[in-house]
Nanobody, 120 residues
Framework: QVQLVESGGGLVQPGGSLRLSCKAS????????MRWYRQAPEKQRELVAG???????NYADSVKGRFTVSRDDAKNTVYLQMNSLKPEDTAVYYC??????????????WGQGTQVTVSS
């Protein structure tokens, strides 16, 4: 069974940094676009960053210049480096990816989420 597992969340002070990881486990042929979303209490889930299999990236305006998304295809892992964190970055962060368990088959998968809290 293919699944996404996030790690790296926690409590950090404003201005601090965290790095989130998301590893796809199971039988995987390839992974297309990988993304990070977040959902704050009483708000809709929003796209934070994405990275294609070719390495093209996109970011929400609110995190540009502070967050960096990257991937290691040898490890089937996507990362989100978060710097200069602000209280408004507090949310549950979810990994999302277009997984190919075999050639020609693609399905979208979500991780379980990891809590990021920015507070003094």
């Amino acid at each position: 069974q293919v699944q996404l597992v996030e790690s790296g969340g926690g409590l950090v002070q404003p201005g601090g940094s965290l790095r989130l990881s998301c590893k796809a486990s199971g039988s995987i042929f390839s992974i297309n676009t990988m993304r990070w979303y977040r959902q704050a209490p009483e708000k809709q889930r929003e796209l934070v960053a994405g990275i294609t299999s070719a390495g093209y990236t996109n970011y929400a305006d609110s995190v540009k210049g502070r967050f960096t998304v990257s991937r290691d295809d040898a490890k089937n892992t996507v990362y989100l480096q978060m710097n200069s964190l602000k209280p408004e970055d507090t949310a549950v962060y979810y990994c999302n990816a277009d997984l190919m368990p075999t050639r020609g088959v693609v399905f979208n998968s979500w991780g379980q989420g990891t809590q990021v809290t920015v507070s003094s």
